[in-house]
């Protein structure tokens, strides 16, 4: 039973999760953040294959006509990866007892770790099939996908949902479905969602463009990526300490799924890097 004492604590500002209405067609925030992500991410990316200069040799690797017909594939990687990430990793009970839920992305339920997968898988098969530089075409999306996953976290915040713990710091907040206590009392909680929001969206951009555009990481094949995976790796590991564990513990009383997933990313964008650095080609 939570004891926490709390002093101060903010009121959740309500926002509805639904934009509009359209006969039976309801806008959500929630989606259209994702449709915002990835058309920033697009139209960055096109931005820096324009740019020779940031390139290995000043030589463009990729045609940025090319990432115009990469967006549907970034669509079905991003929506059916996140998605199969949900389901497999958080509540494959629940979907199994309610498949017709596994359809319902407008009213949130995406794993970040299923989509990272699911893009990566994308980018694979585009690349094969219109013979790109995979390590390239893996950086370019890098560079540009952390903006959409601040978006995406702030319409969890406007949801309510993905809340962190129990908390008595001054900006903690009463979220309507964070549970009670034992006289019935809203807890106060930390916005978790938003500390994801900045860490993993403007911090991490700022992050990448500065490797892109002073210390000229795309020269090195994959080392945006491996930047990219090995810093999100570590940003949500970290919040994980503050956020309320989904499925609880994994092991222990502190390794939440969230953090047991994202440790193989860290390992994975400390290869990415090391490859980019002492590899002289890219695949």
Same mark, same amino acid.
């Given at each position: 039973?939570?004891?926490?004492?709390?002093?101060?604590?903010?009121?959740?500002?309500?926002?509805?999760?639904?934009?509009?209405?359209?006969?039976?067609?309801?806008?959500?925030?929630?989606?259209?953040?994702?449709?915002?992500?990835?058309?920033?991410?697009?139209?960055?990316?096109?931005?820096?294959?324009?740019?020779?200069?940031?390139?290995?040799?000043?030589?463009?690797?990729?045609?940025?006509?090319?990432?115009?017909?990469?967006?549907?594939?970034?669509?079905?990687?991003?929506?059916?990866?996140?998605?199969?990430?949900?389901?497999?990793?958080?509540?494959?009970?629940?979907?199994?007892?309610?498949?017709?839920?596994?359809?319902?992305?407008?009213?949130?339920?995406?794993?970040?770790?299923?989509?990272?997968?699911?893009?990566?898988?994308?980018?694979?098969?585009?690349?094969?099939?219109?013979? +790109? &530089?995979? #390590?390239?075409?893996?950086?370019?999306?890098?560079?540009?996908?952390? %903006?959409?996953? /601040?978006? $995406?976290? @702030?319409?969890?915040?406007?949801?309510?949902?993905?809340?962190?713990?129990?908390?008595?710091?001054?900006?903690?907040?009463?979220?309507?479905?964070?549970?009670?206590?034992?006289?019935?009392?809203?807890?106060?909680?930390?916005?978790?969602?938003?500390?994801?929001?900045?860490?993993?969206?403007?911090?991490?951009?700022?992050?990448?463009?500065?490797?892109?555009?002073?210390?000229?990481?795309?020269?090195?094949?994959?080392?945006?990526?491996?930047?990219?995976?090995?810093?999100?790796?570590?940003?949500?590991?970290?919040?994980?300490?503050?956020?309320?564990?989904?499925?609880?513990?994994? +092991? &222990?009383? #502190?390794?939440?799924?969230?953090?047991?997933?994202?440790?193989?990313? %860290?390992?994975? /964008?400390? $290869?990415? @890097?090391?490859?980019?650095?002492?590899?002289?080609?890219?695949?």
């Amino acid at each position: 039973m939570h004891n926490i004492m709390i002093y101060h604590a903010l009121s959740f500002p309500t926002v509805d999760p639904v934009i509009l209405t359209i006969g039976p067609v309801k806008v959500h925030w929630y989606g259209l953040g994702y449709v915002v992500g990835i058309l920033f991410a697009w139209w960055y990316g096109k931005r820096l294959l324009r740019i020779s200069l940031l390139w290995k040799s000043g030589f463009t690797p990729i045609k940025p006509e090319k990432l115009d017909d990469f967006v549907v594939w970034a669509m079905i990687g991003v929506v059916t990866g996140g998605r199969l990430g949900e389901i497999l990793f958080y509540k494959p009970g629940y979907y199994f007892l309610h498949p017709m839920q596994s359809i319902a992305i407008w009213d949130g339920g995406m794993s970040f770790h299923g989509g990272f997968i699911g893009t990566i898988l994308a980018v694979l098969f585009f690349s094969k099939k219109n013979r +790109i &530089g995979i #390590w390239n075409m893996l950086d370019v999306i890098a560079a540009g996908a952390p %903006i959409g996953l /601040g978006i $995406v976290r @702030i319409c969890n915040f406007v949801n309510s949902e993905l809340w962190g713990r129990v908390s008595d710091v001054p900006w903690a907040i009463y979220f309507p479905n964070g549970g009670v206590d034992v006289s019935g009392k809203l807890l106060a909680r930390h916005p978790s969602q938003l500390y994801e929001a900045m860490l993993e969206g403007p911090m991490l951009f700022s992050v990448l463009a500065l490797l892109i555009f002073h210390y000229k990481g795309l020269k090195k094949p994959g080392f945006i990526a491996g930047n990219f995976t090995l810093w999100y790796g570590i940003t949500r590991f970290f919040v994980e300490f503050y956020r309320e564990p989904s499925i609880g513990y994994v +092991i &222990g009383h #502190w390794l939440t799924m969230g953090m047991a997933l994202s440790l193989p990313m %860290i390992v994975i /964008g400390t $290869v990415f @890097i090391i490859q980019a650095v002492y590899s002289q080609h890219s695949i």
